[in-house]
């Protein structure tokens, strides 16, 4: 059998799969080190290119199984992808946990005022009488109560937090106190202290953080956005914090990515901005190394393999 795998990490994955596998490398331009006519798996790495995907489906018309480590997979679903009847499967679950902390350091940014906090320390100024809260008996409204959604939950759970949660079919789920569906959550958002979007970008959320959201929210409401951009309209959201429909917001995701200079979001100060970097951690790689060769166990024995992606649904 034969896979085509990233140039990026070959030397990381290659010692670890089975000797009686064929490999050829592709890099992150498409371009392959061999020839791939007849690969059946394809393990795409991270920033795929619709234009490096299309060249490896062009160069690999056997394929069966592509396996990607990110959790969303809307980039890869092209038209020209789902001519092809390929089993896909993706990197959920492996990046819950720098995620899940990354939204609790968003949250203690908000409640702990660090902004001021570092003001005080730049100006050398023993700062004293201004606001600081506490997590505890604060209102979550997680929109998305999936692998990602559920790491959030437990951590703010520890803090004393009262966690609700939103996802497709709901379900009663530990450390949640309350799980509503996709089309409820709306009715929560006046009585959210703070408002984290974990949910896949999907033609369904394209958008559904718009004016109504914000403008419902406290506003002394912080949004956290640590999934897709494009779920966010930017414009309403830029309103919101320009005129004081919500107090802050933490972003790790934009529409634009690489955010551009000229952004106005640069300029708010009530906006954290993160460079899309709250999945990494030496620990995820290592993990979505992990996932990947335990499927490709579980392909070659002809077992169900883990993460299967309803391509109609969009996760």
Same mark, same amino acid.
């Given at each position: 059998?034969?896979?085509?795998?990233?140039?990026?990490?070959?030397?990381?994955?290659?010692?670890?799969?089975?000797?009686?596998?064929?490999?050829?490398?592709?890099?992150?331009?498409?371009?392959?080190?061999?020839?791939?006519?007849?690969?059946?798996?394809?393990?795409?790495?991270?920033?795929?290119?619709?234009?490096?995907?299309?060249?490896?489906?062009?160069?690999?018309?056997?394929?069966?199984?592509?396996?990607?480590?990110?959790?969303?997979?809307?980039?890869?679903?092209?038209?020209?992808?789902?001519?092809?009847?390929?089993?896909?499967?993706?990197?959920?679950?492996?990046?819950?946990?720098?995620?899940?902390?990354?939204?609790?350091?968003?949250?203690?940014?908000?409640?702990?005022?660090?902004?001021?906090?570092?003001?005080?320390?730049?100006?050398?100024?023993?700062?004293?009488?201004i606001t600081l809260k506490e997590l505890k008996d604060a209102t979550l409204l997680i929109i998305g109560a999936g692998?990602?959604?559920?790491?959030?939950?437990?951590?703010?759970?520890?803090?004393?937090?009262?966690?609700?949660?939103?996802?497709?079919?709901?379900?009663?789920?530990?450390?949640?106190?309350?799980?509503?569906?996709?089309?409820?959550?709306?009715?929560?958002?006046?009585?959210?202290?703070?408002?984290?979007?974990?949910? $896949? #970008?999907? /033609?369904?959320?394209?958008?559904?953080?718009?004016?109504? %959201? +914000?403008?419902?929210?406290?506003? *002394? =409401?912080?949004?956290?956005?640590?999934?897709?951009?494009?779920?966010?309209?930017?414009?309403?959201?830029?309103?919101?914090?320009?005129?004081?429909?919500?107090?802050?917001?933490?972003?790790?995701?934009?529409?634009?990515? $690489? #955010?551009? /200079?000229?952004?106005?979001?640069?300029?708010?100060?009530? %906006? +954290?901005?993160?460079?899309?970097? *709250? =999945?990494?951690?030496?620990?995820t790689y290592q993990r979505s190394l992990e996932l990947f060769l335990e499927n490709l166990s579980r392909y070659q024995?002809?077992?169900?393999?883990?993460?299967?992606?309803?391509?109609?649904?969009?996760?």
């Open positions: 059998m034969k896979l085509i795998i990233p140039t990026e990490i070959a030397s990381d994955i290659e010692p670890r799969l089975p000797p009686n596998l064929q490999v050829v490398r592709v890099d992150s331009e498409g371009n392959l080190d061999g020839d791939a006519s007849d690969a059946e798996v394809y393990f795409n790495w991270i920033l795929l290119k619709p234009t490096t995907l299309h060249k490896v489906l062009a160069a690999a018309p056997t394929l069966r199984w592509q396996h990607t480590p990110s959790a969303g997979v809307n980039h890869i679903l092209t038209p020209t992808f789902l001519e092809r009847e390929i089993t896909l499967t993706n990197g959920a679950g492996v990046h819950a946990i720098p995620i899940a902390e990354f939204v609790l350091m968003f949250m203690l940014y908000h409640a702990k005022n660090l902004p001021q906090l570092q003001a005080f320390q730049a100006e050398r100024n023993w700062g004293r009488g692998s990602i959604g559920v790491a959030i939950a437990q951590r703010a759970s520890s803090f004393g937090m009262r966690v609700w949660g939103s996802r497709r079919h709901p379900e009663p789920l530990p450390e949640f106190d309350k799980v509503v569906s996709a089309t409820e959550w709306r009715s929560l958002l006046p009585e959210a202290d703070y408002v984290v979007v974990s949910t $896949p #970008l999907t /033609p369904e959320t394209k958008g559904t953080m718009d004016a109504a %959201v +914000f403008q419902a929210m406290r506003s *002394s =409401a912080f949004f956290i956005n640590i999934a897709r951009g494009a779920i966010v309209d930017e414009a309403a959201l830029l309103t919101a914090l320009r005129e004081g429909w919500i107090a802050g917001a933490a972003l790790d995701t934009f529409s634009a990515e $690489p #955010l551009p /200079p000229d952004s106005p979001f640069w300029s708010l100060p009530n %906006v +954290f901005i993160s460079p899309h970097c *709250s =999945a990494d951690s030496p620990q024995a002809g077992l169900p393999l883990r993460n299967v992606v309803d391509k109609q649904v969009g996760y």
